[in-house]
């Protein structure tokens, strides 16, 4: 269906032109005519499929640009989806010039009350800084007509829901509440509702959950050996660019160190580090700086890089939902992708219980052997050969190269070139992962639902925040993110991390943080 046949006014049909968009996404075209006559929405879709300028567009028909108040909250689980629905927002509505805040732990408050100041039209905000706001009295949300909790079952899940709730109170009761997500748990679904007004439940594709753009593979490890068969896997596939999931903070630094040490272009992100650099880091990876994107679930939830083309979850997810959203950053907007999980056996049940919830089988995988990666990194070397060919600039003195070709022939010298491309010393780089403790066994699998409340907030919004914020009892509530495990269980670093490593690598081991 065209945009132009679901009421949207000329300004925002430009802007959307202007986008590249086409043909509205189903979910688009079933929400965008009931978000705009008022009702409140649980927008249910895969991921990758458009769910920002579903209730994006509506929302940027509904502002009134004469009115300075804030007309539209959206509140977003991570620091990195706030600022991208900014932007998207912000290029959305820019003909209309609608005017489109961004407030995010970890950034300057200053300039963020600033922007507040001169009127936003819309804000995009993570929990925590949007309850400094209200308790600083820097932001009045009396006026908001439209409230969106994007990857809503993430924000009302235990982490957050206490927030949320805070911010409930600060937005009229009677406004349009609009729930967007990939996944819609039923026990996630009757607490939103809650704060609803006879929502209508919008699913797409109720079938399979995960988009059918992602291959899925598993393949079947013992610990001592997953690290290996990762580099492997990486020297087979070459990926362009890929997002690697590690379970703690830990393993990210760790596996960031071992990859590099094998000569693959990763960078990490998690949230010990300081925004900026996680910033940063992203911002390398959108522009193909770094090819490889090591994290922890702290990009699992909305983060659309184009050109994602392999996701690998080096640790399984904990929970169905996560893994989900996690190979959810490739096979996007009509693209395709493969997803590559790891899997020790005590973890199979885990792996029953994820394809429980897609309800598709993930194919199996088998290790690659190590000529099989030697053979992947070959042709690579062998096409940088061609690029040095081509392109190094033919400056060389003639005696000396007279020399060389007298003391060598041809396939010595390619030989020789096709090995120094392929640095194939690098593939054997000694390197040996922490060991990471196992998710706990499954007695009979309960459907991957999250038990007992072990996950707490996610990466802490109010971690790096500068200061004189509201703390209340929040810094008593103890912050029991999986992705904080990095924190304690590593006794036997020491041990493992060592045996036979150069001095080099030894000095990895060190638990970074970056605050
Ligand atoms: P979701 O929130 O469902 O995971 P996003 O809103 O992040 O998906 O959109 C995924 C990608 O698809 C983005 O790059 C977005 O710009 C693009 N996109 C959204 N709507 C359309 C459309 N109608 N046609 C083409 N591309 C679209
Ligand atoms: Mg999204």
């Known amino acids: 269906m065209k945009f ?32 705009m006559a008022g009702k409140d929405v649980i927008g249910q879709a895969q991921t990758g499929t458009g769910k920002t300028a579903a209730f994006g567009l509506p929302i940027l028909e509904m502002i009134d640009n004469d009115n300075k108040d804030v007309q539209a909250l959206v509140v977003s689980p991570t620091r990195e989806l706030a600022i991208q629905t900014q932007e998207e927002l912000f290029k959305l509505g820019r003909d209309k010039h609608v005017r489109v805040q961004a407030v995010f732990g970890g950034a300057d408050i200053r300039r963020q009350i600033n922007g507040l100041n001169h009127g936003a039209h819309i804000v995009v905000g993570t ?21 969106v909790l994007d990857e809503a079952d993430e924000m009302l899940n235990m982490g957050f829901l206490e927030d949320i709730e805070s911010i409930l109170k600060a937005v009229p009761d009677e406004r349009q509440t609009l729930l967007f997500s990939a996944t819609m748990p039923a026990a996630i679904k009757r607490i939103g509702v809650q704060f609803m007004t006879n ?5 797409i594709a109720a079938k399979e959950l995960t988009t059918d753009l992602v291959d899925q593979y598993y393949v079947r490890v013992r610990d001592f050996e997953k690290f290996d068969v990762l580099t492997r896997i990486l020297d087979v596939q070459q990926p362009q660019l890929a997002i690697m999931f590690g379970r703690t903070k830990r393993r990210v630094d760790e596996l960031t160190r071992g990859l590099e040490l094998r000569g693959f272009n990763a960078a990490g992100i998690h949230g010990d580090l300081t925004q900026q650099k996680r910033t940063q880091v992203l911002k390398q990876f959108k522009n193909g700086e770094i090819r490889i994107l090591v994290a922890t679930d702290v990009a699992a939830r909305g983060l659309d890089v184009s050109g994602v083309d392999y996701v690998y979850n080096f640790d399984i997810p904990q929970d169905s ?70 392109t190094t600039a033919n400056v060389a003195d003639s005696e000396l190269v007279d020399q060389l070709a007298e003391k060598y022939d041809a396939r010595e010298l390619a030989a020789a070139l096709l090995g120094s491309a392929a640095n194939v010393e690098e593939m054997d780089a000694e390197f040996k992962l922490s060991h990471e403790r196992p ?48 924190r304690t269980g590593s006794g036997d670093r020491s041990q493992r991390g060592h045996s036979g490593a150069p001095r080099r690598q030894s000095r990895n081991f060190v638990i970074k943080n970056n605050d």
């Open 127 to 147: 929990p925590g800084r949007l309850i400094d706001h209200i308790r600083r009295g820097t932001i009045n949300l009396s006026h908001v007509k439209t409230l």
């Open 321 to 390: 939902e996560s893994y989900v959203h996690r190979i959810g950053r490739t096979g996007r907007a009509g693209a395709h992708g493969t997803s590559v999980t790891f899997i020790s056996n005590a973890e199979m049940d885990y792996l029953k219980d994820i394809e429980k919830l897609t309800k598709k089988r993930m194919q199996p995988l088998k290790p690659y052997t190590h000529e099989e990666a030697l053979a992947g990194r070959m042709s690579v070397a062998a096409a940088s050969v061609d690029a040095i060919v081509k």
């Open 199 to 203: 929502p209508e439940h919008i699913q």
């Open 439 to 486: 998710l706990p066994h499954k007695h009979g699998g309960n459907g991957g639902r999250r038990g007992g409340g072990n996950r707490g907030r996610r990466d802490g919004d109010r971690r790096h925040g500068n200061g004189g914020g509201y703390r209340g009892n929040r810094g008593q509530r103890e912050r029991r993110s999986y992705d904080r495990g990095s």
């Open 4 to 35: 132009s046949e679901l009421g949207l006014t000329q300004d925002l049909l430009t802007a959307i032109e202007k986008h590249g968009y086409v043909e509205a996404t189903p979910i688009q075209e079933k929400t965008i005519p009931l978000t």
